[in-house]
Each structure stands twice: as structure tokens, then as C-alpha cells.
């Protein structure tokens, strides 16, 4: 059972986005955020990063002119930040990760790493890319395959909707009715 999106609150409006990309995250190491970095640094893509942490001083002495740090933002400041993105980037691992489905949820498509979470979150090239190697090369030729691949916003934003928390709940009543109908001393 995957775990609730509020797609209530992260939902598109009128806004165009532009041509840069985008994380939001913590800065770990874990996260990997030096291949979107240096990503960005290989092929000039304008890079907001979203987020603070530990990593943030030797993340920000590797980013070059192309890669603004925003530091924490409020929960408005995020949505409008998915909603101005040409993309949302994930380059870590996650069991889930709930940035991809935020950024879905406002109509954005997701570059991803394609493990974990991601390869249930994220359908290649209809909801965004997925990258397949843990290099800054692979994730440059995901950029540059985004911006060649036409999205439907609405279908993102469809898509997302599965992970909403009405849909939570109704999957968690279901688990809860199933389980209070088996007989006593069912093995599970």
C-alpha cells in the first residue's frame, strides 16, 4: 500500500512553466543530488535545488552559475516552485518518494533514477524519464530527452491521483473490511 499524496493541495493552475529544472530534497548524500549538478553543469540546464541539509556547503562549491540553491521553502512556495518547472528531478533511490508524485500531482513530468519507488511512481516517457545509470552523463542525455518528448500535463496529473489520500484511505478500509472477514487462525 503506497503511502497518501495530498494532490488536493498539489494540483496545476495557470501557470506556464518555464525552462528550468528542479529538486526538491534534502541535502544528503543519499539524495545524489551532485549528478543533477554536474548534470546541469554539462549541458548548461538551468537547475533550482530546493531544500537544505548537512551536504549543502560541498553541493553548493560544485554547482556552477547555472545552479541556484533556494535553501527550505514553505509548503505554497513548493508547489508554486513544481509548478514553474519545465521538470522535477529525483537522482537518489527511494522506497517511494513522495517528490515525484507532488510534482506529477501539479502536471509536471519527473526525471528519475529508475529504481526503487520511482519505477512505480514514474512511467517513461508518458509521465516523465527515467534514468537507468548512477552517472551525471546519463542524467545530461535524461535532460536532453525531456525536453524532446511532448507531455500532457493532464495525464501527469491523472496518473498521480492513484497515489491520493482518498484512494489511501479507500485501499486501507479494503485491507481493514479483508481483514476483519477472515476466519480465526488464518494463516497470512
Not at 513544481?82 to 517511494?96: K, T
Not at 507532488?102 to 526503487?116: D, F, T
Not at 497515489?163 to 480465526?184: C, I, K, W
Request: net charge negative.
Amino acid at each position: 500500500m503506497y503511502p497518501p499524496v495530498n494532490t488536493d493541495f498539489y494540483h496545476p493552475d495557470n501557470t506556464t512553466p518555464g525552462s528550468h529544472l528542479l529538486v526538491v530534497s534534502a541535502l544528503v548524500p543519499y539524495k545524489r543530488l551532485e549528478l543533477a549538478i554536474e548534470a546541469a553543469s554539462m549541458t548548461g540546464a538551468r537547475l533550482r535545488i530546493v531544500g537544505d541539509g548537512p551536504d549543502r556547503a560541498r553541493l553548493e562549491a560544485s554547482a556552477g552559475p547555472t545552479v541556484e540553491f533556494l535553501g527550505r521553502l514553505s509548503d505554497d512556495q513548493v508547489r508554486e516552485q513544481y509548478r514553474e518547472a519545465a521538470a522535477v528531478i529525483l537522482p537518489g533511490e527511494e522506497d517511494f518518494g513522495i517528490v515525484p508524485v507532488e510534482a506529477q500531482a501539479c502536471g509536471r513530468p519527473v526525471i528519475a533514477l529508475g529504481r526503487g519507488g520511482a519505477l512505480e511512481t514514474v512511467i517513461d516517457g508518458e509521465t516523465g524519464v527515467l534514468v537507468q545509470a548512477t552517472t551525471s552523463a546519463a542524467f545530461a542525455a535524461a535532460f536532453d530527452r525531456i525536453a524532446s518528448l511532448r507531455f500532457d500535463s493532464g495525464q501527469i496529473r491523472r496518473h498521480a491521483e492513484q497515489f491520493s489520500t482518498g484512494h489511501y484511505l479507500q485501499r486501507m478500509q479494503t485491507a481493514v473490511d479483508e481483514t476483519m472477514a477472515a476466519p480465526a487462525g488464518t494463516d497470512w
